[in-house]
């Protein structure tokens, strides 16, 4: 509780610094290294336009351009100082007030930030990238041995992704592949014939979904925050509401868990392999012809490894029309547990693979934008008590549409379709739809409302459909 | 994790990140400099700026009286070392530490841009990179005119075999790097047409100009050439460099986040002519004019209050308040109205804030820009109306008006700070 009049101080400064953003507006790292507006990258913030996805894929350099002295020449030509302040960001995302409503009751909540992410990034090398996210949330939840939930006020660490990319094409030209120098970075191929953009190896704590179709990092709807519950007195809290994000990357299976060792439930909108708080892992991405992008790589996801395989094939781009498509193909060997056959309760002894596969697209039109994805997954080892009890195969189907009204008015709409699988008795399909509206005063600052309704029947007893509407303000600020 | 696993991870960190830092660097290799061996070391370069505007009307290649008079000239000036035949044997040619190029290798002449050929004839082998690699080849820029050095430059593209005109469109493989970077880095804004309608545009700047350069069109905004031509190649250069800074709007701090196009300044210089060479080929005005004139920016004069007190004359009689306003900040009575060639929304550009001006904040930048007009926009040129001395009293007279606004902003700080005392 302490915490909080610091918060609110803290929002306030900041609030009187965007109220005087004419002098001193703030950008976030990239824009301050390259001296670009935001838009130039982004549709509007955090969406990646096809500009700001070949920057993303080619490791955060200009296409072609790349300072040929990376960070050194930095220091040398603008000064310890400024390169140091132009390799931070500081992003803020939080529902100031937050009014959630079922039959039972309604709640206004006012809300300290759900997020503050300090970004430490810049190309070091032409060839070699760093991307760091430490985040502060002051209302992390996390997961309580004594099975359940419970709040903590504050936590603080490296947020959703930690990483470096560096392009190996230099490695496949030492291997006799001809190589051609673009803009200081290496690239594999001949003018002309072939050309290949990579690959580049991101390793680290990775979410690779930004090359997808649907980028599930860069989408204008966020995820809301679970919601707990708590016996007063009482530290420990079980799930009361589920959150709404994009259920075709959730995990869709009720009753599954993460690990045997702690017990913490695998939740059915816990999103994984895409959009996730990101993992250990590496992956190698390469642009073919400007065409084609494969992507290939390995996650850690909870006790188990996934293996996935991208494909995106860029169809157009012309006549302000821009469309391309996704395949996703992905096997987890052993990343969840199948509940006790006897006791829902507690996880069995056996781990799950999980077969995913998907279909994405992206159409961008003048001012629309379209995407979308549907994703399947499977499960296979079930024990076979439990193979009556339990349905392995679900689906997720996630639309999202985003129209640029007017230069500073992004509206969106969002339909999310779980058919979820799990255990029979507990197992309930979802259907969301959200619209938001997002303003922004200045490229880096959006105010956005946003309401998310709950088209299935009310069911008091589930925390996926225990609620009809879900409204927010909020504030998405980066700097 | 034990201490010994750990001590492991951090030592195999430390050396893929000492590898990653020092480790092999890109392969030492020039953007379509694959062919260099094979021909003989003539590396296709990009033809320097002062040779990039040079060339060749398209009807020349293919003009018999044309390609007869070439032959005449080839026969006396060239065949001793190109050979009859074009096939780089001549007799004097044999014995050259650079030997001549075959002209019957139809793939290495489809490489190769006129400007480029135009520039080896003009100054032979008297240029780098040639002269290091020791080319005897002589200059003929001299001896030949203009007409004359297009002439066996049509004979000897007889030779390849290729009955059309030496133009990118005919073979496109002259202007392959730069096709490859324009698809990396121009496409996403200019489109693959190069006609400014890629996907990113209408999400710039939704129904309101500036929108991506259409280079179909003839209309380009900054230049150097006068109203209604074509920039020249330095202009084109000039702007892939620098790139396009925003008007104004939503991010523009006072440290950086005001360009709508990057500057490619990073980009190798050669790589930045190779993709203005391909923008070029959008567009066949480029091969079409016979002569490029520009506009002269004669060095700046010394400012005076006399010279300021004209420039604030001319502003007001140029009628540059109707849009731009009396104090320059783009709040004229009719700024409201303007419409760009396209019909959208225009701002006109707040004139106390030169770091945001389109076409550079130099003096000479806006100079030229008085002199040429922004093309497409509703900025005439004042080439007609001003003379140079009035331009340059115009000129600092803008120039002022930041000064003006900043002395404005300090006044209203330092009131407010002595309301305080």
Redesign the interface.
């Known amino acids: 509780m302490a915490e909080r009049p610091r918060i609110a101080a803290a929002l306030a400064v900041a609030l009187a610094i965007v109220a005087a953003a004419e002098?001193?507006?703030?950008?976030p790292a990239f824009?301050?290294?390259?001296?670009?507006?935001?838009?130039?990258c982004h549709?509007?913030p955090p969406r990646l336009?096809?500009?700001g996805e070949?920057f993303h894929m080619?490791g955060f350099q200009?296409?072609?351009?790349?300072?040929?002295g990376g960070l050194i020449a930095s220091f040398r030509e603008e000064g310890p100082a400024r390169t140091v302040i132009?390799t931070l960001a500081l992003r803020v995302v939080g529902g100031l007030f937050e009014y959630s409503e079922s039959p039972r009751e309604t709640e206004i909540k006012a809300e300290p930030p759900h997020e503050v992410a300090l970004f430490i990034t810049r190309p070091?090398?032409?060839?070699?990238s760093v991307y760091v996210e430490l985040e502060y949330e002051p209302k992390a939840v996390e997961f309580s041995r004594r099975r359940g939930f419970f709040e903590r006020e504050h936590r603080f660490g490296v947020g959703k992704e930690a990483f470096?990319m560096?392009n190996l094409?230099?490695l496949l030209?030492?291997a006799g592949a001809?190589?051609?120098?673009?803009?200081?970075?290496?690239m594999v191929g001949?003018?002309?014939k072939f050309?290949l953009?990579g690959p580049m190896l991101m390793a680290g704590k990775i979410d690779p979904n930004t090359n997808f179709s649907y980028p599930t990092n860069r989408q204008m709807l966020q995820g809301t925050e679970l919601e707990i519950e708590k016996e007063q007195g009482e530290d420990v809290g079980t799930v009361h509401r589920l959150p709404v994000v994009p259920y075709a990357f959730a995990s869709k299976f009720f009753g599954l868990f993460r690990d045997r060792n702690e017990g913490e439930p695998q939740l059915v909108t816990d999103q994984v392999m895409y959009n996730t708080t990101g993992a250990p892992g590496a992956d190698l991405h390469a642009m073919v012809n400007?065409v084609v992008l494969a992507q290939a790589g390995v996650l850690r996801e909870n006790e188990g490894v996934n293996a996935y395989g991208m494909l995106r094939v860029d169809l157009?781009?012309?006549?302000?029309?821009?469309l391309n498509v996704s395949a996703l193909l992905n096997w987890g060997f052993g990343v969840a547990r199948a509940p006790d056959p006897d006791d829902h309760r507690r996880p069995g002894p056996g781990r799950l693979d999980r077969l995913r596969y998907g279909l994405a697209a992206n159409l961008?039109?003048?001012?629309w934008?379209l995407y979308g994805a549907i994703i399947v997954d499977r499960l296979y080892d079930l024990p076979g008590l439990l193979r009556r009890r339990f349905d392995r195969d679900a689906a997720g189907l996630t639309l999202e549409v985003d129209y640029?009204v007017?230069?500073?008015v992004m509206l969106s709409g969002r339909f999310d379709q779980l058919w979820a699988g799990g255990l029979r008795d507990e197992k309930r399909d979802g259907s969301v739809f959200s619209v938001q509206a997002k303003f922004?005063?200045?490229?880096?600052v959006a105010f956005f409302v946003r309401d998310s309704v709950n088209l299935r029947g009310f069911a008091q007893d589930n925390p996926l459909r225990n609620w009809r509407h879900q409204l927010f303000v909020g504030i998405d600020w980066d700097f | 994790m034990s201490p010994q696993v750990r001590v492991a991870l951090v030592a195999a960190t430390s050396a893929l990140a000492m590898l990653?830092?020092w480790g092999?660097?890109?392969?030492?290799?020039?953007?379509?400099g694959?062919r260099d061996a094979e021909t003989g070391g003539h590396a296709h370069v990009p033809a320097p700026l002062e040779y990039a505007d040079a060339h060749v009307p398209p009807s020349v290649w293919t003009d018999p009286a044309m390609i007869a008079r070439g032959r005449e000239i080839y026969a006396a000036k060239c065949a001793v070392c190109h050979g009859d035949s074009g096939d780089g044997r001549g007799p004097a040619g044999r014995a050259l530490p650079l030997k001549p190029p075959d002209f019957r290798d139809r793939a290495g002449v489809a490489e190769m841009r006129d400007n480029y050929w135009f520039w080896r004839v003009s100054e032979g082998g008297q240029v780098e990179p040639f002269k290091g690699r020791g080319s005897a080849m002589p200059p003929w820029k001299g001896e030949l005119s203009v007409q004359e050095r297009w002439a066996v430059m049509a004979y000897q593209h007889t030779f390849s075999g290729h009955d059309g005109p030496h133009v990118p469109w005919e073979h496109?493989?002259s202007v392959?790097?730069g096709?490859?970077?324009y698809?990396?880095?121009c496409?996403?804004?200019h489109?693959?047409?190069g006609?400014g309608?890629?996907?990113?545009?209408?999400?710039?700047?939704?129904?309101?100009a500036p929108q991506p350069r259409d280079f179909t069109s003839g209309e380009f905004k900054f230049r150097s050439t006068p109203s209604g031509h074509l920039p020249t190649t330095a202009d084109l250069f000039r702007t892939v460099t620098e790139?396009i800074r925003?008007g104004g709007?939503?991010?523009?701090?006072?440290?950086?986040?005001?360009?709508?196009?990057?500057?490619?300044?990073?980009?190798?210089e050669e790589?930045r002519l190779e993709?203005v060479e391909y923008i070029k080929s959008f567009n066949r005005g480029f091969w079409d004019r016979v002569e490029v004139k520009t506009v002269a920016v004669p060095p700046p004069p010394v400012v005076t209050a006399e010279r300021l007190a004209r420039g604030r004359q001319l502003y007001a009689d140029a009628e540059c308040v109707a849009c731009h306003g009396a104090g320059g900040r783009g709040d004229g009575p009719s700024a409201p109205t303007l419409k760009d060639s396209r019909g959208l929304p225009i701002a006109a550009t707040d004139l106390t804030r030169p770091e945001r001006f389109k076409n550079g904040p130099r003096p000479e930048d806006v100079y030229r820009t008085l002199m040429t007009g922004l093309a497409g926009t509703p900025m005439p040129s004042y080439a007609d109306a001003l003379e140079p001395d009035q331009a340059w009293d115009l000129v600092y007279f803008v120039l002022s008006l930041s000064e003006t606004r900043r002395a404005a902003g300090s006044h209203a700080t330092g009131s407010a700070g002595g309301g305080g005392r």
């Open positions: 002098v001193a507006d703030a950008v824009a301050r290294q390259y001296d670009l507006q935001c838009n130039v549709t509007r336009n096809r500009f070949q080619m200009i296409p072609s351009a790349a300072r040929p132009d070091v090398t032409p060839n070699v470096f560096w094409g230099w030209g030492a001809p190589t051609m120098e673009m803009g200081g970075q290496t001949e003018h002309g050309t953009h400007d157009l781009d012309r006549r302000e029309l821009a961008r039109w003048r001012q934008d640029l007017h230069e500073k922004y005063p200045w490229q880096n | 990653v830092l092999p660097g890109p392969r030492s290799s020039r953007a379509n694959e496109p493989e392959a790097v096709r490859d970077i698809a990396m880095a496409l996403a804004c489109g693959a047409d006609r309608d890629g996907s990113v545009g209408p999400m710039l700047a939704p129904r309101r790139g925003g709007g939503a991010v523009t701090i006072g440290l950086r986040g005001q360009r709508l196009m990057p500057a490619f300044r990073h980009m190798p790589q993709v």
